[in-house]
């Protein structure tokens, strides 16, 4: 993951705060699975960025493996679920971004073994 920006105010007020919230959004992303690889978006490497502003607006910056993928709406449905659970986040934009490029070397480790890439 390349960017996740959050900050540290009344809500967060420490590095530790701030980090341990960083921890929760990214688990909860991990319950979000693409349906036809049946791999989280995280492990994936689907997830760009995540930034959580002072007012809980919570903006994830998400590519898909393709341009066309007909389980976009699906994937971001479900990204807006999982996050409710997470009492700083009032609001939440899932902003689709197609640069870089995805490729298989954004997976994990966890996410090449279980599709049997080397």
Not at 35 to 64: F, K, Q, R, S
């Given at each position: ?10 809500v967060n007020s420490s590095i ?99 599709l049997g890439i080397r």
């Amino acid at each position: 993951m390349s960017d996740i920006n959050i900050p540290i105010n009344e809500v967060n007020s420490s590095i530790e705060v701030a980090e341990e919230l960083k921890t929760r959004i990214i688990d909860q992303l991990e319950y979000v699975i693409d349906p036809e690889l049946g791999i989280d978006i995280v492990n994936l490497g689907l997830v760009y960025g995540i930034e959580l502003n002072d007012e809980g607006h919570c903006l994830i910056n998400l590519t898909l493996t393709t341009m066309g993928c007909p389980l976009a709406d699906l994937i971001t449905d479900e990204i807006h679920d999982v996050l409710k659970s997470i009492d700083e986040i009032k609001t939440t934009e899932v902003q689709l971004v197609w640069y870089p490029a995805w490729t298989t070397d954004r997976m994990t480790r966890y996410a090449r073994i279980a599709l049997g890439i080397r």
